[in-house]
């Protein structure tokens, strides 16, 4: 079996996306779909679960371990810092000068 080292980035992005680590470990160890990635080496790995799509990009090293370079969730976990920003960045599209001020502060003050 492969084995997978999760980058400080990757386990940031868990953390702040609020993903299970199965839903990522399984898109990886049993993925429905595997294509290539942008950067030259690296693969995506996708796996559903209903309605959401979870990907892991990882590439292999010289030892042959995986190393996750990023992770996510489409559409993004209720709660999680990407569904915060979803929702901000819909608010402010359709807002008003004063309404995407506003946002803005909130956005600053809340830090997404």
């Not at 371990?65 to 209720?78: R, T």
């Not at 709660?79 to 901000?88: A, E, H, N, P």
Request: proline share 4%; glycine share 4%.
């Amino acid at each position: 079996m492969k084995k997978l080292i999760w980058s400080k980035h990757s386990l940031q992005r868990i953390k702040d996306r609020k993903i299970p680590k199965k839903y990522l470990t399984d898109a990886f160890y049993k993925p429905d779909k595997i294509l290539d990635s942008r950067q030259i080496g690296t693969k995506k790995f996708i796996r559903y679960y209903g309605k959401h799509k979870a990907v892991v990009i990882a590439g292999p090293n010289d030892n042959g371990e995986w190393i996750v370079i990023s992770c996510w969730i489409n559409p993004p976990l209720q709660d999680s810092l990407d569904y915060k920003k979803d929702i901000w960045q819909r608010k402010y599209n359709s807002s008003s000068v004063w309404g995407k001020i506003l946002l803005e502060i909130k956005k600053a003050i809340f830090n997404y």
